[in-house]
């Protein structure tokens, strides 16, 4: 079956966009007195990302936003979702504060504005400041004092045009691949480092919204989470078992607490340690009624128990041993993991707005004729859309969808080799291409008219 959406099948004020991430785009990693983050740290060591690579130079977003900018005018996209580099802004985490830093969000908040662009700003995309970190980041309960300091900050110097903020991207994503598994910045292991920073990434999600919603009166404020379909490899009842304990890590350990529900501790045995960490008030201070929530879904995970996994028993049947369709990050393709996850997500009823923040797919990519053909992404994302729209019919909350990602970019552990943009980037001359999938995607903005 072909794919006949159009953007006017949607209700008009579903929101469409595109989605990034500072570190992934901007480079100028050290210009002026921007601070190192832990990922300007964590790329020094070049067994860390995929050949060496780093987002030194990135997409060069810092010098040709208004290049990107106008390209996405010129491609109908009218929402565009970024992240602040917290060490742009405050280079050591807290107390000087970097006047270039704040000039240049503000020159890319008013070129937006300009382009008739509404920015949705990330707060936290997983750039934490290294002077931070080297007093234990996350881990760290005093994190909740600095990301107080930098989140009023920024309400109080964009808060004036920016009404659209999310404040953490993924925290599941962060802290387990971060503070457990250690393959992300700052490359900490353990549940030692995993179970604190956990909680006060919690602390702080709910704080970064009470904070924004008591400067920014009038904001729509947000916060987003990864999450996949679960599938237990068998009806077993192991299996089964194994599939719950996946669930409650990667799709609820977030959202509960803020919603008053608690940590997924019956499910999830090891997360009773959190409770060292407990304060008195944090049962109160973790909760928060977000006016929207995002969800960024890409694929399904197949789980299986097993023995040997610690804390867990369970672990991840890789899609590369399932014979399915997969893209170059070998994530199963399913288009009906997004339909799930709205579904999912719509049985917390206390969740008033429920936008996808994130949703695209990294194939490989070939230049010829100054052109970049991609079919495949093109197909995941119509067929990923169709879900979303199969999923409004069916009467669930959905209201909003952004693409990941405009432009190819640093794709963290993985470097530069997988290309989940819109637009292609010859990263040696900085050359922009939109590849098929782009004009696919303006089209549908366009209802079906080319530019
Ligand atoms: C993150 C992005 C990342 C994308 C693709 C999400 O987990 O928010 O920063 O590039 O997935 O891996």
Redesign the pocket.
Known sequence: MGFDLQKKDFDKDFVWGV???AY?VEGAHDIHDKGPSIWDSFVESKKNVFNGHDGKIACDFFYRYEEDILLMKQMNIDNFRFSLSWTRILPQGYGKISQEGVDYYNKVIDFCLECDITPWITLY??DLPQALEEKGGWTNRDIIGWFEEYVKLCAKRFGDRVKHWMIL??PM?FTGAGYFLGVHAPGKKGLKNFIPAVHHASLCQALGGRTIRSLIPDAMVGT?F?CSQITPYSKKSKDLLAAKKADALLNRLFIEPVLGLGYPMDELRILRRLDEYHRPDDEKNLLFDFDFIGI?N?TREVVRHSYTTPYLKAKIVKATKRNVRTTL?DWEVHPPSIYEMISKFNQYTAIKKLIIT?N?A?FKDVVSNKEVHDPLRKSYLQSYLDQVYKAKKDGLKVDGYFV??FTD????A?GYF?R?GLVYVDFETQQRIVKSSGKWYSRFLNNGVSL
């Open positions: 989605s990034s991430a992934q995309h997983w991207n993924e994503v987003t990864s960024q890409y990050m994130e695209g990294a990941w990602t970019n640093f794709e963290w993985e997988p989940f």
